[in-house]
């Protein structure tokens, strides 16, 4: 039977129907149901779908001892993680179901507190935790082992937003491409030229900071030829996430090729258009702030282009070094990636075509 409910008189003196109970209708219902069932088959979805396509940026595939080190690490914190879930979870749900309240129980025997319970549960996880440290502090000191005297040395200095490379025994400058041989010893130094970056190679080895007035260093040695993305893991302005670089690691005959190549000064412009190009540098404002040794362009505000044609990738690792991706990036440097530093006047399409023939040509 229906019993009349009070009237409510709201706050603002309103005086109003009782308000009513949600009701579960067949429709409703069904919404929720959905909505339960929904939600967690959208979350496996999702890491399903993460799962899914290359992606070459990653720590779980190591081609140095270092980065394998760290992987191995990863892995044992892992399973041991899921061992723990495991158990602490079906305890849980051992005791809810086996002590749960059935209908005529009382009040259950009240007990406070159980000594070889609170040991146990506080020297279990102290006891993994210092496996976990008794294995993670000899792979920090692995990690951080100096170079022997035949590594091939290379300064990586992090810009505003891209990467210099110069391998200072060599005499080569580069940018935004760094070429190691495979299986030699190389030590990295990490500076900055502004603000902090970091320089991470998941494939390599962990990120370290570049910090500016710092010269921080680590040794690596690429065990596997290929090419390996890496990216500015630190943000550092509005065009961090578009730091981008690559790693060519290659056999030594192929990188005394490369190097051989690097120290060379700008191929002369094979064609009438790209030898424009090379005269629209001036025009266009590129030698205040490019070198491409060989001409009179000789800024360092931005990447050294003495040998651009020969890189895969534009633009700090974004854009494949295509005819239509360098017409592109010089149309518009701030729509391909906003905020970054370079600035230039508007090219006409002539200019453009003779730049791109030019950059292209510079093998
Ligand atoms: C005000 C300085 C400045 C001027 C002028 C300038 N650039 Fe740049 N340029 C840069 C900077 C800085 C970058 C790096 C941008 C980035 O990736 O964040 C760059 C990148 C490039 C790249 C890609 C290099 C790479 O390794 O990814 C090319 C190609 C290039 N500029 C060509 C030109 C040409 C051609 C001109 C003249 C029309 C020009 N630049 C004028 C500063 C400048
Ligand atoms: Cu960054």
């Known amino acids: 039977m229906h019993k009349a409910r009070p009237s409510v008189t709201r706050a603002n003196g309103d005086e109003s129907r009782p308000i009513q ?30 799962a899914c396509g290359v992606t070459p940026q990653t720590t779980l595939e190591p081609t140095t001892e270092a980065a394998r080190t760290a992987r191995d690490l990863l892995m044992f914190v892992f399973w041991a993680m899921v061992v723990t879930f495991v158990l602490v979870e079906g305890a849980l749900l051992y005791v809810l179901i086996r002590f ?46 100096a170079a022997g005297p035949d590594a091939l040395k290379v300064r990586a200095i992090g810009h505003q937003w891209w990467f210099e490379f110069q391998y200072p025994d060599l ?11 495979v299986n030699r010893e190389v030590e990295i130094q990490l500076e900055s030229n502004d603000v902090l970056h970091s320089f991470w190679v998941p494939s390599l080895r962990g990120k370290l900071d570049m910090v500016p007035g710092r010269e921080n260093k680590f040794t690596i040695k690429p065990e596997v030829t290929g090419t390996f993305p890496g990216q500015c893991a630190e943000f550092c ?49 590129c030698v205040a702030c490019h070198t491409i040794r ?20 534009i633009a700090a690792g974004i854009l ?15 729509g391909v ?15 453009l075509d003779s730049l791109v023939a030019y950059l292209q040509g510079l093998k």
């Open 21 to 50: 109970g949600r009701r579960s209708t067949p429709l409703t219902r069904n919404r929720r149901i959905y909505a339960t069932l929904l939600a967690p088959a959208l979350a496996v979805a999702v890491l399903a779908l993460a």
């Open 294 to 313: 060989g001409t009179d362009s000789a800024g360092i505000l931005g990447p050294d282009l003495t040998h651009m044609g020969s890189r895969k990738y």
């Open 337 to 351: 990636k906003p905020g970054n530093t370079m600035v230039i006047p508007e090219l006409t399409t002539e200019q």
């Open 171 to 181: 005499g080569v400058t580069t940018a935004n491409e760094l070429h190691l041989p």
């Open 320 to 334: 494949e070094n295509t005819p239509e991706n360098m017409r592109a990036w010089l149309s518009d440097p701030q």
């Open 100 to 145: 749960r309240r059935r209908s005529g129980d009382g009040i259950p025997a009240q007990t406070h507190g159980n000594t070889p319970l609170e040991i146990g549960w506080t020297i279990a996880p102290a006891i993994l935790v210092v496996v976990i440290v008794v294995l993670t502090v000899p792979a920090i000191f692995s990690n951080a082992r």
């Open 237 to 285: 302005g509005t065009a961090h996430a578009l730091m981008k670089f690559h790693v060519v690691v290659e056999t030594q005959a192929e990188f005394n090729a490369w190097l051989q190549n690097e120290r060379t000064d700008r191929v002369a412009p094979a064609s009438e258009l790209a030898s424009e190009g090379e005269a629209n540098l001036t025009l266009g404002g």
